[in-house]
């Protein structure tokens, strides 16, 4: 211990320090009195007939034991927390996990999480248990019900995913709320929870700078603590093809490396094999996270072209992309080899991935004019009974994707069972039964609501305004020179209300649920990656999972702060809020 004198300025230092005992003294006697803060212990004797303080400051090794929190930071905020202030639960007490065969899974993840936070190596039956169990009259699959009480720690989930995320929970609720000590207390608590949307995605795109396969398990990691479902792959564009597909080496042979994009001029290079695939789809299954590839059609195609060049009209020879933007040359529809390639691919990666669900881009593709192969079927198409021109179109080359998307998507459907996705367009005037359809034009979100509904079709809300995390949090945090990004700030990611104003009735028959999308332009590096995602995909989280009634923009900044500081504690790279 060492003892210095300091004058009443100096001593305010301290005295935010927590008091833990004071002896009051006479005049004639010094008063004692003893502080923690969160990596020292003070004793502070004051002799007010002499005007000085003397502090005896203790630094201790350990991180120190903080007492039980006043309330969890929890993300995203469950629908009811009941606390019971009356009782606290010393974490000294947690003893074995009791778990039935179907949950060794959700066991593991407990473990690892009590090692981490805790320091628990040994589960002894002679404390209090922790409890993981299934019951199906919770609610839907992702619900669950955690309790703290003088029983210990119960989780059940109607289903292994809805215990899985009330351990998440639990791992939120074991963080410090100050410093980077170890909870001494649980406060009993009572938690009923389940998620408004069934679908919580992330958009990761490899292709415009390709993200090393164990980085993309990282994401996978971090996002299931968030309640967080889907990871959805691009894995095709201009700029690259970024999977193996046997039977058309080239993809990967000559599709996968270039020099630049836009303003960084770099190498860029790599791809997946679908063994790797195979990998993460098992590994992420592990945090109950499914993997949706994405390859583009008709459009963003340019490196399959490159590598195939009888796939777009007039069998044109291409080079890779190196800048952003949109290309006219797509897939030409009126060519057989188109669907046989597409069919080829497809079937390859349903061996790969398990997810019932497969993205097919669609977005930005109408330039066919000058085929005149194109232009032949059109005429074919327009001349079928019943067609008649479509108000509001620009032309009817829409009808062309329309062609495309039909077979492709009865393929999907009859032969491998696949359900699939599709970036909306306004021109798309009708969208095919069993599809999901994703809102992400800045602005348009209401029409593609109004075309989800009248086609009675499922609907990913991921508007521009709200979900686009490429763009900058605030102007000047991300220095580019290709197209000048928009910003897209931590409150108006968090301001997404995915039933957008409309009834109980889109939000049950409609709503599918919300996605980020994270395009790579200007994403050069893994740190980057994170560091846009998040805290903003927090944000989208609670969009996605909690009621509209429990958020508050306010209450979230609070949470966030001692979330933010354990995701630095961990080494997650994220901006600042």
């Known amino acids: 211990q060492m003892f210095k004198t300091r004058d009443r300025n100096t001593d305010r230092k301290i005295r935010h320090a927590r008091v833990r005992k004071k002896i009051s003294g006479t005049p004639e006697m010094p008063r004692l009195c003893v502080y923690r803060s969160l990596n020292n212990i003070y004793a502070q004797i004051i002799d007010d007939s002499k005007g000085i303080t003397l502090v005896a400051c ?46 060794a899974n959700e066991q593991e993840h407990l473990k690892k999480i009590l090692s981490d936070r805790l320091g628990i190596k040994n589960f002894k039956k002679s404390k209090r248990p922790i409890t993981l169990a299934i019951d199906s009259n919770i609610g839907n699959k992702e619900a669950y019900r955690l309790i703290v009480g003088e029983e210990g720690i119960s989780i059940t989930g109607s289903d292994a995913i809805g215990v899985f995320y009330g351990i998440m929970t639990l791992d939120q609720m074991l963080i410090p709320e100050k410093g980077n000590g170890i909870l001494e207390h649980l406060i009993s608590v009572t938690i009923e929870d389940s998620p408004r949307t069934k679908m919580r995605e ?37 700029q690259a093809w970024r999977i193996e597909i046997k039977k058309y080496p080239h993809l990967t042979e000559k599709g996968t490396f270039r020099v630049g994009m836009d303003d960084m001029q770099m190498p860029i290079s790599g791809f997946y094999t679908q063994e790797q695939m195979k990998e993460l789809v098992a590994f992420a299954a592990k945090y109950h996270v499914e993997i949706i590839p994405e390859i583009e059609m008709p459009g963003h195609q340019v490196a399959a072209i490159h590598c195939y060049p009888e796939l777009t009209c007039g069998g044109v020879q291409l080079p890779i992309r190196t800048t952003c933007g949109v290309s006219d040359n797509l897939l030409c529809p009126s060519n057989e080899f188109t669907y046989e390639f597409l069919e080829n691919v497809f079937t390859e990666l349903s061996d790969v991935f398990t997810s019932k669900y497969v993205h097919l881009g669609g977005d930005e593709a109408e330039c066919w004019s000058g085929c005149e192969r194109c232009q032949s079927l059109l005429k074919d198409i327009m001349a079928a009974p019943g067609i008649k021109p479509q108000p509001g179109s620009r032309n009817d080359n829409w009808r062309l994707q329309k062609y495309m998307f039909d077979r492709v998507i009865d393929f999907l459907h009859k032969k491998l069972d696949k359900t699939p996705m599709f970036w909306y367009e306004t ?16 602005g348009l979100t209401a029409t593609a609501i109004d075309a989800a509904i009248r086609c009675n079709a499922n609907i990913m809300l991921c508007p521009g305004e709200h979900c686009y995390l490429d763009y900058p949090a605030a102007k000047g945090d991300m220095p580019e020179v290709n197209w000048g990004m928009p910003t897209t700030s931590l409150e108006q990611t968090y301001k997404l209300d995915p039933a957008w104003g409309y009834d109980k009735n889109f939000e049950d028959n409609n709503l599918f649920g919300v996605a ?42 609070k949470r966030l702060e001692r979330i933010s500081r354990d995701m630095h504690r961990r080494g997650i790279c994220t901006a600042n809020p």
């Open 516 to 557: 980020g999308t994270l395009w790579s332009e200007c994403i050069n590096s893994t740190e980057r990656l994170y560091y846009m995602a998040f805290p903003r995909g927090l944000a989208l989280s609670e969009a996605g999972w909690s009621l509209q009634k429990n958020r508050s923009y306010s209450d979230f900044l």
């Open 58 to 103: 203790s630094t201790q090794e350990k991180a120190v034991m903080e007492q039980c929190p006043t309330e969890y930071a929890i993300i995203p905020v469950p629908n009811s927390i009941v606390y019971n202030h009356s009782y606290k639960l010393s974490t000294k007490n947690l003893g074995e996990i009791i778990a039935p065969a179907s949950l």
């Open 202 to 238: 992330l958009m990761v795109d490899p292709c415009r700078i390709f993200i090393p396969f164990e980085d993309l398990k990282g994401m996978v990691m971090e996002m299931a603590r968030y309640k967080m479902n889907a990871l959805h792959l691009h894995l095709t564009d201009d």
């Open 427 to 442: 021109d798309f005037h009708e969208i095919q039964p069993g599809c999901v359809v994703f809102a992400w034009r800045h």
